[in-house]
């Protein structure tokens, strides 16, 4: 009888000790920043904030308070969680909760909407309301058809980032995009991206718009199925010359388009007439399908990550005049491989060929740049959805943004919630508890073993 009873008092001992060490750890790690008391999982990292926002946290020199609107029982823990991680990394952001049940006074101070997120920065006077419903984005297709809400994207680096961007930035920029000659419509990725970067899109028709806006900061001509004009070629000619910024994606075209190869003859580029492809580096057999190879030194390619790529279809090539004009430097950032081919209705030429170049010229106050990329499909939603990992929309804004020296690029796509293993968020704080209280367990029953020889 006193055995047993000494076995069970060794018993309630142990038990005692692993208990006050299960809950003297959850006070510790209640008390343990956000990143540190939850790992990313995911397959593609959808809650792990990237070296875009780490940056943009670690310059800010205002403060700025996020609002979580809501009530707090319906709102998504990963959401509240990756609030909580900006809060983490810079000093200089406040995360506060508005429950908007009990409190529905301070939503309509704050002049808020429920359900959603509130950046706010005082110091600007400015605000950006983000719906968390653009925050976790589902299938309406399928809830349409099957009745059954499914997740798709994952957009809260995307839409935080932008917000505290834009509450604390006071720039503003203005970008045309042309129409009238078949342009291919930007996207919703692009526009989307364009938006989170602070820059406001416009079309203009040079025909019917009486020219260039003059506070047109960025003219985009994307794809046109048809030339120039004459007078729209001077037009576009007298805005760079003025110290204008163009982006050109220009595509394939079967028809002859002198008026637009003469914008970029004068600034040391030449549209060849046919279509690229490459011998050694091309997707699925198809060597019209291209994995372009990135020139480093660019700053369009730099920050570009090196494990991942781009791929563009069926691209115009490009190729640099022998003789520069004056005071024109080119800078190829994008080209086939030594296996290179301009493929025309007469033959195969084999060379390397440009797919993107930035041409600078230096101007009497200032300089112009025209920006030329090969293809539409380096923006085109149906490839970068279908491959999330491609570089294509990170070429695009750092060139896009490279035209303003008060401007950084700060869009961050959104990240895929197809693959159900994306969805594992809480397994990494518990992995730690775990760990740290199999070396308590294992000491307290030392001391047990230590006890019961000592007794005996």
């Not at 809650?47 to 809501?70: H, P, R």
């Not at 914008?263 to 091309?282: H, P």
């Not at 397994?427 to 030392?446: D, N, Q, Y």
Request: aromatic content about 8%.
């Amino acid at each position: 009888m006193t055995r047993k009873l000494k076995k069970g008092g060794y018993a309630a001992i142990l038990s005692v000790i692993v208990i006050a060490a299960v809950v003297l750890l959850n006070m510790i790690v209640g008390r343990l920043p956000e990143k540190v008391r939850q790992w990313d999982l995911s397959g593609t990292q959808i809650y792990t904030v990237g070296d875009t926002t780490k940056e943009l946290l670690a310059s800010l020199d205002k403060d700025v308070t996020i609002y979580v609107v809501a009530d707090p029982s319906a709102v998504d823990d990963r959401i509240t969680s990756f609030v909580n991680r900006y809060a983490d990394l810079s000093d200089h952001i406040k995360v506060e909760n508005v429950d908007s049940v009990l409190h529905p006074d301070q939503v309509k101070q704050l002049n808020a909407e429920n359900n959603t997120i509130l950046v706010m920065c005082e110091d600007n006077g400015k605000t950006e309301t983000i719906q968390m419903s653009d925050i976790i984005k589902y299938d309406q297709m399928s809830y349409y058809y099957y009745g059954q809400a499914k997740e798709t994207e994952f957009d809260g680096e995307g839409q935080l980032t932008s917000a505290v961007s834009y509450v604390t930035n006071d720039v503003q920029k203005n970008i045309y995009v042309t129409e009238g000659h078949g342009e291919a419509a930007l996207g919703t990725l692009t526009s989307d991206m364009l938006e989170k970067s602070g820059l406001t899109v416009n079309t203009i028709n040079f025909l019917t718009g009486g020219g260039i806006p003059e506070d047109c900061e960025l003219l985009m001509i994307n794809a046109p199925a048809s030339d120039l004009a004459d007078d729209e070629k001077t037009m576009v000619t007298d805005y760079l010359d003025g110290g204008g910024n163009v982006l050109l994606i220009a595509g394939y075209s079967d028809k002859d388009r002198p008026n637009l190869n003469a914008v970029m003859t004068a600034y040391g580029l030449n549209m060849e007439n046919g279509l690229a492809a490459d011998t050694k580096s091309y997707y699925q057999n198809n060597p019209y399908y291209i994995f372009p190879t990135l020139v480093s030194g660019s700053e369009i390619t730099t920050g570009i990550d090196r494990k991942s790529t781009a791929l563009i279809l069926q691209s115009a090539a490009f190729s640099q005049l022998e003789t520069l004009p004056d005071e024109v430097t080119v800078e190829p950032f994008m080209e086939t491989t030594d296996g290179g081919m301009l493929v025309t209705e007469n033959g195969q030429t084999p060379g390397t060929y440009i797919l993107g170049a930035t041409a600078v010229k230096t101007l009497d106050s200032g300089t112009a740049r025209l920006t030329v990329f090969g293809t539409p499909s380096l923006i085109d939603d149906g490839l970068n959805s279908t491959f999330t990992n491609l570089t294509n929309l990170d070429l695009f804004m750092n060139a896009v943004t490279a035209n303003f020296e008060d401007v950084t690029n700060v869009s961050i796509p959104s990240k895929s919630l197809e693959v159900t293993y994306n969805t594992v968020t809480h397994g990494g704080m518990w992995g730690i508890v775990f760990i740290l209280v199999i070396p308590v367990i294992t000491v307290a029953a030392g001391l047990m073993v230590w006890l019961k020889r000592r007794r005996l």
